[in-house]
């Protein structure tokens, strides 16, 4: 839906217009009061011109289309670009017109077709701000370096022909600045400029972004008053979304706010807060998202399994269940093996009976098999080497097997990890493995003096290099831990 604000001396000729199409009037609503605007797409109609109106939600390209005459052809041509219909928009406009070249460019960004040099040097003749949405979203036929961009999106900020316009191209410049994880000078630019911002829909675009940047700056341990702070401009901004009747942009913010309340360690709302994601994309029937946010709310559930709350283990089983009904083997196998990965985490902790123990023993298997099916050597050798780490660590717990030495398994499993795992490329991943490797090690039997001094000395050797790759005080005294240990081993052998 479409709303033209205009004055009451071209109300008729704008209605007329309308009218010209049929059932057009269905889709277009005309006012001549701000306070009839119900419609977040909008034309507005003064001194004989449609002016320029910005998108601050994000529900179409960015590229402003300039102010031109108010003509029967030209309202039509912006109402059609406006409703997303651009086949028929270009039936209004001649091909020599600089407005043709407008909406060409503005068509090319909204479907992804190629931005031509042409095009290129057009938007650079009319319009900074255009120039720099272009170089940044478009499709472009050359190669453009990121320092080309910046410069284009300062030089749009610096030479805006007003403020709404200045903070509109300052909002997509943060865009890039996120990308680019320059969250320092994102946050300098909002407090530089927040003033400027008119309108309350430009007010709300800052705020929202500076809540994006302000989470990205948060490290451990969390500050309080900083975690406050991001969380109630997420969820202001989920509140004018909501108003606004953009349930699946609020349910995008709702996935990073349940986030932000799982760092302040509020359960409790950061689960109410996932579900009402969940219920919007439910309502919007858009799969891929819902998929998302429950696999979110899985994740948070398996989090606070580990930390205290064991009660969540199977809510996070069935949420995870949930989201394989998404991300299917065949449409998202990287999904699908990330999934498993967690279930046979999982499925490896959870807290049962010994008669229990088993059947969720042989889930954890069969889904680490699914990682590692996905998760090749030669393909994802990081991921291989973890998923490797963590089946052996698992192996290490389970009750014995019929069909296989459970220990034997694991330690083929560390040899993996350890040979993707080297010294020169994860120090920490390498240390972390053989200290779970020595773990196992001690738990194996030797038959054999012969054997437990191989043994001995291989334990040993690991130890040691563990205090060459890392300096975190935890790793070297279970490493120290282990050496004094093995001195005691070495005194029993040798007797």
Known sequence: MLTILTTTEHREQVETAIRSIDRLEELVTVVTKAKGVADLKTLVISDAAVLPSFDWYDLEPPYVIPKVDLSHEHLLALIFIKLGNHQKAFEYVDEDSEIFNHLLIASHLQFGYEISPEMLEFAKRTSPHNYAVVHYYGNLSQDIRRNEIKQAFQFAIENAENDELRIFSLKHYLNLLLDL???????????KHGKLA??????????????????EKLELPYDTKELERVLGLQLEAIERLESKGLKTQAGLLLIDAAETANFK??????????????????????PEFLGEAGLKKAILLYTWSKN??????KAAINAFQDVLKVFKRDTHPQKFADIHHNLALIYSEIPVGAEEKPMWTAFSASSFKEVLAFYTKEEFPYEYAMACHNYATALM???PAKLHDNFEKAADLFREALVV??????PFERALTLLNKLELEWLSHNEGSAKEL?????????????????SDPDFVDKADEHLKELEKLRTLIKA
Do not use: C, W
Request: glycine fraction near 4%; proline fraction near 2%; aromatic fraction near 12%.
């Open 198 to 215: 008119i309108s309350e829909d430009a007010k709300f675009a800052l705020n929202l972004q500076l809540g994006a940047f302000l989470k």
């Open 308 to 313: 205290g709350s064991p009660q969540y283990y």
């Open 265 to 286: 360690e509020d359960f409790i709302a950061s689960k109410e807060l996932i579900n009402k994601s969940i219920r919007y994309f439910k309502e919007e029937d858009i």
């Open 397 to 399: 717990h389970f009750p």
């Open 454 to 470: 191989e043994q001995y000395e291989a334990m040993k050797t690991q130890a040691e290099e563990i205090k060459t790759l890392v």
């Open 421 to 426: 795992r080297t010294a020169d490329k994860y």
């Open 181 to 191: 994880e320059e969250v320092d000078e994102g946050i300098r630019l909002i407090e």
